[in-house]
């Protein structure tokens, strides 16, 4: 298990919001993330539940942190949060800079097969396995009381990693998820580099299409969309595809879907439904 390095440590909501970095043995390179740990964490008192947040393109440790307006909430119901970097970054890939839909800040939370990206862009073993064993064991927290959420990019991955480990993570919610990337640019542009040409390995990534073949325990999903989004206009999103899978193949799947009238892409979205997500997942945690 690699040293946590501590880069910085800051007192908010009765609580502390912490920088770490660490060596990663699954993307063979130094990632950071934020967690925030309510005073009962901080002070061992006892173990809380834990919620990850996955952010979208762009981002890294600090968008959710810092514009996502969750700390209060999760201080109120005595949960951690998680939030890690969107991919490995200055590793030397060749492109990795030139394109901000593909490489550094665009890791979209597979484990990629293909070069040059194989050995480093593995964000869904980071984030699923790596991340998650290492804050178990250092911290206070209670690993059997784990959900997932994200924005974007990062709700896509949200999705996936609930619906591929059934049991895993007691809810999933997602603000503007890209709810079917097998069809749409974002999505199809970054599987084909990460993933190569067959489609058929596309498919452990894709929300609309792992829903068709759930199989497990009941799983709360709560999906917030902005009505005028762009990128939801430009159909990057497709969340009624996601809908219609959902509700036709019968899984054992507990779907809200909201769309938001009037609402953007950006953190002025996330942060106004970031409540009503806490709230969601704790019902689920805080038992
Ligand atoms: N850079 C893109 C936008 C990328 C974008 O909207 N990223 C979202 C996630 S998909 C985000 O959270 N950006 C960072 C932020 O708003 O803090 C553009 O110019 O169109």
Redesign the pocket.
């Given at each position: 298990m690699s040293a946590l390095e501590l880069v910085s440590k800051n007192r908010c909501f009765h609580g502390e919001v912490r920088k770490y970095t660490h060596q990663s043995t699954s993307t063979q390179s130094k990632m950071t993330f934020n967690i925030f740990l309510p005073d009962a964490a901080v002070n061992s008192t006892e173990k809380v539940p834990v919620l990850y947040y996955l952010?979208?393109?762009?981002?890294n440790e600090d968008?959710m942190i810092t514009?996502g307006g969750a700390l209060k909430y999760l201080s109120e119901h005595k949960i951690a949060l998680v939030a890690p970097d969107t991919s490995p970054r200055g590793c030397g890939v060749p492109g990795e800079e030139d394109d901000?839909e593909l490489g550094t800040g665009a890791g979209f939370y597979v484990d990629a097969t293909q070069e040059p990206w194989a050995k480093h862009y593995r964000m869904y073993t980071y984030v699923h396995s790596e991340l998650q064993a290492l804050v178990g064991e250092m911290f206070s927290v209670d690993a059997k009381r784990t959900s997932v959420f994200g924005?974007?990019?990062?709700g896509h991955g949200a999705l996936v990693l609930a619906l591929r480990n059934p049991g895993h993570y007691r809810s999933v919610s997602a603000f503007?998820p890209i709810c079917h990337p097998s069809t749409s640019n974002?999505g199809r542009k970054q599987f084909a580099a990460y993933l190569g040409a067959n489609e058929e390995d596309w498919r452990k990534y894709d929300a609309t299409e792992l829903v068709k073949e759930y199989e497990g325990e009941e799983l709360p999903v709560l999906i917030d969309q902005g009505g005028d989004d762009?990128?939801y206009k430009s159909k990057q999103l497709q969340p009624s595809h996601f809908v219609i899978a959902t509700e036709s193949s019968r899984r054992n799947v507990r779907l809200e879907n909201r769309v938001q009238p009037g609402y953007d892409?950006?953190?002025w979205f996330?942060q106004s439904f970031m409540e009503s997500h806490i709230e969601f997942h704790a019902k689920h945690l805080v038992q």
């Open positions: 952010s979208g393109l762009t981002c968008n514009k901000w924005h974007s990019m990062g503007a974002w762009p990128f892409h950006s953190y996330v």
